[in-house]
């Protein structure tokens, strides 16, 4: 690092003390949870600064998580767009099959050295529940994951993992029996276990410090991404682009780019059934500031300010909420929010398995999809890294319904 990239560095200095990353982010829980927070966040500053620590993460996403990951050259999709290279930053090669594991490794160690030997977790579409319930039985603690009986009842194969795992799936039978509800359960869990309990989030949002350290345990994507592209004499991308859910594989993978103000950083949410619709997923270009499991952020929300039901094709990408950093870079313009449809993306997923033998995730496709409108927009000698956050195995039933309904309306024309 230059004496200027430093200072420039040391200038993003983000959360402040408080966890607030501008004017979002930030502690928004009941009082009884507030020591809670407050033990979690003078470990997690100790582990961090501890090299012992450091190195401990770093052997188990070598030998267990299986990195580095690969950051391959997409040749056949480069050829069919004919403009800048595509670089893919293959987050799907992780074992579990996404980059959620980073996280829930990253956690699960720091729940082992507090002492705590009772992991909780909420999910959704089930992939966090998985990476959590991994790391628990490789680390042989105990681990209860809350999840809405709708939907246990649409990821009964995720359900049936986290169970061969070792955990236990409580099914909530409050609200609309899916994420939101869960959420809730697993913080009344932590309210009444706290002595015992380590809560772990999966994505960039929720209280502080949980965004800077989920961050923290994904930069290592970005981090990879940097020495990789210095390895092939590729040097500085010009742009990167991610999907969005919660934000936390984008984040880990623009991070280490933010003070490179040349790099271009592209995060995309989804659309869902379009931006006028009603029903989509794209809080940054839809949203408005609001308060949401513990922290402030942009929001999908009605005009009495009630949280609105998010909607994607894709599970991981449908949530009402984004991490607080991601609000700040978006208002800052350091990063970009665009969205595609569940039309687009289901597109990209095939063009991706046919150009490059690779079927992505349906999260990982939205990222993919932005390349219609983004490449014709770069020139020959530019690079494009894309990461893409998981592999499309756990999707294969919602793609083939797709590619059936499309291939029987062909026959009708
Ligand atoms: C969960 C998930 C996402 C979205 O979550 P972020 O926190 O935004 O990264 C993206 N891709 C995959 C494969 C996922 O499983």
């Known amino acids: 690092m230059t004496k200027d990239s430093r200072r420039e560095y040391q200038k993003y200095n983000m959360p402040d003390e408080k966890g607030y990353f501008g004017t979002y982010g930030g502690k928004f829980v009941p009082e009884l949870l507030m020591p809670a927070l407050s033990e979690l966040e003078s470990a997690y500053r100790v582990a961090n600064r501890d090299p012992r620590f450091t190195s401990e993460f770093n052997y188990y996403l070598n030998e267990f998580v299986g990195r580095p990951t690969r950051l391959t050259f997409a040749e056949r999709l480069t050829n069919h767009y004919r403009r800048a290279q595509i670089w893919l930053k293959r987050e799907d090669l992780c074992h579990t099959g996404a980059h959620k594991i980073n996280n829930a490794v990253g956690q699960v160690l720091l729940a082992q050295r507090m002492n705590k030997k009772r992991i909780i977790a909420e999910t959704g579409a089930g992939q966090h529940g998985v990476a959590v319930a991994t790391a628990c039985a490789r680390f042989g603690l105990e681990c209860i994951v809350y999840m809405g009986s709708e939907d246990m009842e649409r990821q009964k194969l995720n359900v049936e993992r986290m169970k061969l795992l070792g955990a236990k799936v409580r099914p909530v039978e409050s609200g609309s029996r899916t994420l939101k ?3 809730n359960e697993a913080i009344r869990d932590w309210v009444t276990h706290v002595e015992s309990t380590f809560y772990v989030i999966g994505s960039v949002v929720g209280p502080h410090p949980y965004p800077m350290m989920v961050r923290n345990f994904q930069t290592v994507i970005g981090q990879e991404t940097k020495r990789q592209l210095e390895e092939k004499n590729l040097g500085t991308p010009d742009i990167l682009v991610a999907s969005v859910g919660g934000g936390s594989n984008a984040i880990g993978f623009f991070y280490p780019f933010i ?3 040349q790099v271009r950083m592209i995060g995309v949410e989804a659309s869902g059934l379009g931006l006028q619709s009603g029903k989509t997923a794209a809080t940054l270009t839809l949203g408005r500031p609001g308060v949401l499991h513990g922290t402030r952020s942009y929001l999908l929300q009605d005009g009495e300010g009630q949280v609105k039901l998010a909607h994607s094709v894709s599970a991981g990408l449908d949530y009402p909420g984004v991490g607080p950093e991601h ?8 990063a970009e929010y665009v969205s595609v449809t569940d039309e687009e993306a289901l597109k990209a997923v095939e063009l991706l398995s046919r150009k490059e033998g690779i079927i992505p995730a349906l999260e990982s496709a939205h990222a993919l999809a932005w390349l219609e409108t983004l490449m014709p927009q770069t020139v020959e000698n530019q690079i494009v890294v894309l990461n893409l956050s998981g592999r499309g195995d756990k999707d294969m039933r ?8 499309e291939s029987r309306g062909a026959d009708r024309i």
């Open 181 to 183: 509800d869960a959420t």
């Open 259 to 261: 003070e490179e103000r």
């Open 327 to 334: 609000a700040w870079l978006y208002d800052q313009k350091r």
């Open 398 to 405: 919602t793609i083939a319904e797709h590619l059936d309904r």
